[in-house]
């Protein structure tokens, strides 16, 4: 089975410091994607970003970038520069890649809280 | 190009009664999925529909079940009401490719909230 672990609840900062989201995960799968999703108080997720089982660099899109590290099964978020715009709860995902549209196993999210 | 669309946007419920939620997947998807998400929770799947029967089903008793339509939309039928199905019903949509090991990205609906009391 396929499990997702946001420790973090709930994070705290003031606009323009940098904030790191972190997720664990379990699976017995070679093959999977990780993902990142953003939910503001309207509900709708919104995707953030993806990443397969086989690529392991870390890159860096605008503000955000991520920490792919298979050896300790994390998969880290970053923000750069947060901005109150960025308030909201963020789930990290794992899907099986096994064709298709496979399921998302969700992480319980980290709330986060950007203040002026 | 529409998106996601779910209907009823808001619903209150009394326990034992029964409710029907509805989603249209992004123009051109196939494959409809619906999720529970439980307040301060993540969300849960609940099944997917491809091809007008049911892909895969997550750990939910028969009480929830579905339908799909030829036209792709979908509903989430929920029988037997209890407290504890109020949550955030979300559907995302997605095209589903044959004989590929590619993931095919889920769209997300903005969701119904349903209250039971």
């Known amino acids: 089975a396929q499990k997702v672990t946001q420790a973090q609840t709930e994070i705290s900062v003031v606009e323009k410091e940098d904030v790191t989201l972190d997720c664990v995960y379990e699976?017995?799968?070679?093959?999977?994607?990780l993902f990142w999703y953003k939910q503001p108080p309207s509900g709708e997720l919104v995707f953030l970003i993806r990443r397969n089982s086989f690529d392991e660099q870390n890159e860096i899109s605008g503000r955000y970038s991520w920490n792919f590290q298979k050896s300790t099964s994390s998969f880290n978020f970053t923000i750069t520069a947060s901005q109150v715009v960025d308030s909201a709860v963020y789930f990290c995902a794992l899907s099986l890649a096994q064709g298709g549209s496979e399921k998302l196993v969700f992480g319980k999210g980290t709330k986060l809280t950007v203040n002026p | 190009d529409a998106g996601v669309t779910q209907s009823p946007t808001h619903l209150i419920k009394t326990r034992g009664q029964q409710v029907t939620l509805r989603c249209s997947p992004k123009s051109g998807h196939d494959t409809v999925s619906w999720y529970q998400q439980a307040l301060g929770q993540g969300p849960q799947f609940i099944f997917q529909?491809?091809?007008?029967?049911?892909?895969q089903r997550g750990n939910f008793p028969d009480r929830f079940s579905g339908h799909q339509f030829p036209n792709y939309s979908s509903e989430l039928n929920v029988n037997a009401l209890l407290l504890g199905d109020s949550a955030l019903y979300l559907c995302?949509?997605?095209?589903?490719?044959?004989?590929?090991?590619?993931?095919?990205?889920?769209?997300f609906g903005p969701g119904t909230r349903l209250t039971v009391l």
């Open positions: 529909y491809y091809e007008e029967e049911e892909r």
């Open positions: 699976t017995r799968d070679t093959t999977y994607y």
């Open positions: 995302a949509s997605s095209l589903v490719r044959e004989l590929t090991q590619a993931y095919n990205e889920q769209f």
